[in-house]
């Protein structure tokens, strides 16, 4: 897996909406347990699955990092789903495979 810094057109890009997408920052809140005030991709990787798994480096609220896993099916079979979330990252942890 390379690891790729996100850029603001490359959400739209890959597929999957990371930024400005309410359903998915509701699901990230949910799952952390509170609201952000900041939430803002920072850097990916990829994973071929059947369909593709996008591990993101998320910054939240200034200096808070958080690393999402959000699996994406075929074109043929649907959106994009929330499947982990791992809290207490730094800037400087890397982005790696989590369950």
Not at 71 to 87: F, I, K, N
């Amino acid at each position: 897996m390379g690891t790729y810094t996100i850029v603001g057109w490359a959400c739209t890009l890959l597929g999957v909406r990371l930024d400005g997408t309410p359903g998915l920052r509701f699901d990230v809140e949910k799952a952390v347990g509170r609201e952000f005030e900041e939430y803002e991709a920072v850097r990916f990787r990829t994973q071929v699955v059947v369909g593709m798994n996008y591990y993101v480096k998320m910054r939240v609220d200034n200096t808070d990092y958080i690393h999402i896993r959000i699996y994406v099916p075929p074109p043929r079979l649907g959106g994009s789903t929330l499947t982990a979330v791992r809290t207490g990252k730094t800037e400087q942890d890397p982005i790696e495979y989590f369950d």
